[in-house]
């Protein structure tokens, strides 16, 4: 069913808007222009110690070392390279749960993190690896002494996200991390969506291990890194890759130069414009949820505004089926509540985490505003939802009833 919607477009507004930052985010083009040399004349491997092109290449990757060291507060030296977020979650849980084996087999984890995650911890259980999975509250956020609770003699690891990808919450890591320092438990973060976001610090933050990814900073795909601590305390992680010994041995393979060095610079660009950033994606984002809160009702956000990425917005629209709301504004990129796989349509497991019902979560909309997003985009975005969703809800017959005061969780529904 094709809802015609005759929302006019501003001028200097391009059709169709990426509103989807937080799933990938463009190339900034001084990212672009920092790479290109080592796509081209400046081939070398990094590896290579015999020649000036070798000698080219490891300096490029050394200072993309410091780059990030500094946006985190980490020192280069505690860098390790890797092809991106999900090969450096993966290399801290299994590498930390083979070197700490026979300290103890427990792993504490929360419901609501990135599947690179989840399904590490899945791997790690069929090994014998005890693995305990915290609930978070109906506002996204876990409860500190639910995390207190589930530690033991045997816990060796915590690994909590930074920031959710999906609704776009921060969770306490500073007062985990302490918790986990107290306890002598090491602390491992997926810090994907709050690097160049927001400021994190390794040491401030009690972070012993983190992942990023370049990808979700305006860098280039298929390059992340891993912090690894290297005093007080010192963490081991076992190499999950074997070959030549790259990066002090944790992780073999020829380093991929260009993508690091875009990493880099990325990294060095969210560092100087981080506060400003944030402060206008803050901006657009409340301007689009008065909009819509404006015009609508039945819609509510999801997760915890307070402690909040500035760029996301995460709102459940009632009564309106998701898929039909993302077809109808089909020139706006937004990733809906719902995962569509070929042949189930599942409400997200994140929404579901929060206690909402699944006619909420399959009509929940993230929406993930970045650096290259404008004002006159997120009221085009606002004026298309609104006008989009008026018309699926003169087509819902929920939506009348509820407007009639009927309490729809009183009726017999007769089945056929």
């Not at 991106?84 to 103890?104: D, H, P, Q, V």
Request: aromatic residues 6%; glycine residues 8%; negative net charge.
């Amino acid at each position: 069913m094709k809802i015609q919607s005759n929302v006019a477009v501003p001028a200097g507004v391009q059709l169709p808007i990426y509103m989807d930052n937080h799933a990938t985010s463009p190339l900034d083009p001084r990212v672009l222009e920092a790479m290109l040399p080592y796509l081209t004349n400046k081939f070398g491997n990094a590896a290579s110690r015999n020649h000036s092109f070798g000698w080219e290449a490891e300096q490029a990757v050394e200072t993309a070392r410091e780059q990030i060291a500094r946006l985190i507060g980490a020192t280069a030296k505690e860098i390790i390279f890797t092809s991106g977020a999900t090969e450096s979650n993966n290399l801290a849980l299994k590498g930390i749960a083979e070197m700490y084996r026979e300290r103890g087999n427990h792993i504490i984890t929360q419901v609501t993190e990135h599947k690179a995650i989840l399904d590490t911890c899945k791997r790690l259980e069929k090994q014998g690896y005890r693995v305990t999975y915290l609930p978070v509250k109906a506002d996204g956020l876990i409860d500190i002494d639910d995390l207190k609770r589930a530690m033991d003699d045997k816990t060796i690891l915590v690994s909590i996200m930074y920031a959710n990808n999906e609704i776009g919450v921060i969770q306490p890591i500073a007062e985990i991390g302490k918790l986990c320092h107290e306890k002598g438990v090491l602390f491992h973060t997926d810090a994907v969506q709050a690097v160049g976001k927001i400021p994190v610090n390794v040491i401030a933050d009690n972070i012993d291990v983190l992942s990023l990814s370049g990808h979700k900073i305006y860098g280039p795909k298929g390059v992340g890194a891993l912090y690894v601590r290297r005093r007080n305390p010192r963490v081991q992680i076992a190499a999950q890759i074997d070959g030549g010994g790259h990066e002090r041995g944790m992780r073999s393979g020829t380093l991929n130069v260009p993508g690091i060095v875009g990493l880099g610079k990325a990294c060095e660009i969210a560092q100087e414009e981080m506060t400003s950033e944030a402060a206008r994606l803050t901006g657009l984002r409340d301007r689009l949820k008065a909009k819509l809160e404006a015009e609508l009702d039945y819609i509510h956000v999801n997760g915890n505004m307070e402690h909040h990425l500035p760029g996301n917005l995460n709102m459940s629209f009632v009564y309106v089926e998701g898929e039909s709301l993302l077809m109808g504004i089909n020139d706006i990129a937004v990733s809906s509540g719902s995962a569509c796989t070929s042949a189930t349509l599942e409400p997200s497991y994140v929404l579901k985490a929060l206690g909402l019902g699944d006619d909420v979560a399959h009509s929940s909309i993230r929406f993930g505003l970045g650096r290259f997003n404008t004002e006159a985009e997120v009221d085009y975005v606002a004026a298309k939802v609104i006008d989009v969703v008026k018309k699926l809800r003169e087509l819902s017959p929920l939506y009348e009833m509820v407007k009639e005061g009927i309490d729809l969780t009183k009726i017999e529904w007769a089945a056929h």
